[in-house]
């Protein structure tokens, strides 16, 4: 069952900017968050918004550059990535918590952002 969908990776250069989209069906949920995987790296976290409030928290290593928004019409959630770097190659990951629950345990297939030096 398909209930999060990434989009909008792609091949930018260094100092590019792209934005990802995560379309959630269906369900709604009380956070949802941003993470990547670098190759032979661990999954790391990017971002999180909480949904209805719309605060968000961001590692350190992508706050000024990085931007978490979401659309509730559409239930939809957004990276806004500027000022790439090649150490931001990696599949990033969209994923959705409910309410009462301490882990993210719906995620995204990820959609590949490639950053060239």
């Known amino acids: 069952q398909v209930q999060l969908v990434e989009s909008g990776g792609g091949l930018v250069q260094t100092g590019g900017s792209l934005r990802l989209s995560c379309a959630a069906s269906?369900?709604?949920?009380?956070?949802m968050a941003w993470f990547r995987q670098a190759p032979g790296k661990e999954r790391e976290f990017v971002g999180e918004?909480?949904?209805?409030?719309?605060?968000?928290r961001y590692a350190d290593s992508v706050k000024d550059r990085f931007t978490i928004s979401r659309d509730n019409a559409k239930n939809t959630l957004y990276l806004q990535m500027s000022s790439l770097k090649p150490e931001d190659t990696a599949v990033y990951y969209c994923?959705?918590?409910?309410?009462?629950?301490?882990?993210?345990?719906?995620w995204g297939q990820g959609t590949q952002v490639t950053v060239s030096s």
């Open positions: 918004i909480k949904w209805s409030a719309g605060s968000t």
């Open positions: 269906g369900r709604t949920f009380s956070s």
């Open positions: 994923a959705g918590r409910l309410h009462g629950y301490v882990k993210y345990d719906y």
